[in-house]
T-cell receptor, first 116, second 113 residues
Framework: DTEVTQTPKHLVMGMTNKKSLKCEQH?????MYWYKQKAKKPPELMFV???????INESVPSRFSPECPNSSLLNLHLHALQPEDSALYLC???????????????FGDGTRLSIL | GESVGLHLPTLSVQEGDNSIINCAYS??????FIWYKQESGKGPQFIID?????DKRQGQRVTVLLNKTVKHLSLQIAATQPGDSAVYFC????????????FGKGTRLSVIA
């Protein structure tokens, strides 16, 4: 069982909907990450949070809005998504390092997102 | 055998044999490397890592080898089992603790019972 918990496991939404993905870890990690993964591809980094502050945004469209309410929780708010945004969204955490990036990163099992 | 093409590279091995999964990296400044295993419907699972001051590290049934001269990383799995069937990703970090991981394309390991 993964120590990073993501909910929901599956999400289907229309292009006009607003929804949120949630991630929780209780390992005391202070760096948390969002990745996007398309089928048969490696994970692509979207955001990095360090000590609840956004430290890296990999030029992600504004229809994806991350939030870190506290050191254990990470949210990804979704609004006006496009069909090409359908993917597996992975959360990860690690001990904090420089720029908030630490190693190794521990992943959750992801949310499978489908945009209709 | 191993095939590379438009699809994910695949390595097929007989149960009980040893598996070797290879990864080439391009950034000579990378000094931290990780192997992840991703089973269908799950997130990447940490297997083993190695820093550039080492050339070999062993875990339970797994060994990672690092050849900095030719920028090559390999994962060896001893006595491969059906449960080892998954996609394996190598990842590198160009600067220790300072830059996000860069993932390789991945290799699918299929274990034949």
């Amino acid at each position: 069982d993964t120590e990073v918990t993501q909910t929901p496991k599956h999400l289907v939404m229309g292009m006009t909907n607003k929804k949120s993905l949630k991630c929780e870890q209780h390992m005391g990690h202070r760096a948390m990450y969002w990745y996007k993964q398309k089928a048969k591809k490696p994970p692509e980094l979207m955001f990095v949070y360090s000590y609840e502050k956004l430290s890296i945004n990999e030029s992600v469209p504004s229809r994806f809005s991350p939030e870190c309410p506290n050191s254990s929780l990470l949210n990804l708010h979704l609004h006006a998504l496009q069909p090409e945004d359908s993917a597996l969204y992975l959360c990860a955490s690690s001990q904090e390092g420089g720029r908030g990036v630490g190693q190794p990163q521990h992943f959750g099992d992801g949310t499978r997102l489908s945009i209709l | 055998g191993e095939s590379v093409g438009l699809h994910l590279p695949t390595l097929s091995v007989q149960e009980g044999d040893n598996s070797i999964i290879n990864c080439a990296y391009s950034n000579s400044a990378s000094d931290y490397f990780i192997w992840y295993k991703q089973e269908s419907g799950k997130g990447p699972q940490f297997i083993i890592d190695i820093r550039s001051n080492m050339d070999k590290r062993q875990g339970q049934r797994v060994t990672v080898l690092l050849n900095k001269t030719v920028k090559h990383l390999s994962l060896q799995i001893a006595a491969t089992q059906p449960g080892d069937s998954a996609v394996y990703f190598c990842a590198e970090a160009p600067y220790s603790g300072n830059t996000p991981l860069v993932f390789g394309k991945g290799t699918r390991l299929s274990v034949i019972a």
